[in-house]
């Protein structure tokens, strides 16, 4: 940007945020982002959803039951949580069953067993 903000000409321009009319004073953009300026001096970002990265992180418990002779296994008690399911054990579903979102969506990281000492079992 060639001015400075202090030295730009204000023109208003309307834009609707969250439903509230927000009066933009002032623009500059870049290949991937918008930045605005509006009359109370907030600065607004806007991204091409393209360029934006979203992150959610997918943990998957697998549950067993120990039995005397055996020792442990996958089959489990009616009561017991479900083979997989989250920490809590309140959602329930299969390794296999788990799909992306969207075609936008990609694993950043192949799936790997955490073995922290703090969530499992020494067995």
């Known amino acids: 940007m060639s001015e400075h903000l202090s030295d730009a000409q204000w023109k208003p321009e309307p834009l609707i945020v969250a439903g509230e009319n927000v009066r933009i004073c002032q623009i500059a953009a870049a290949p991937h982002a918008a930045f605005a300026l509006d009359s ?6 806007f991204l091409l959803s393209s360029h934006l990265t979203i992150r959610q992180k997918v943990e998957v418990y697998s549950n067993q039951r120990w039995y005397p002779m055996i020792g442990w296994s996958s089959r489990t008690l009616p009561t017991d949580r479900a083979s997989f399911s989250n920490e809590d054990g309140t959602k329930s579903g299969e390794m296999t069953g788990f799909h992306l979102k969207s075609e936008g969506w990609r694993w950043e990281e192949p799936w790997i067993i955490d073995v922290d000492v703090r969530k499992h079992d020494k067995e």
Not at 40 to 45: D, Q
């Open 40 to 45: 109370f001096g907030a600065v607004h970002l």
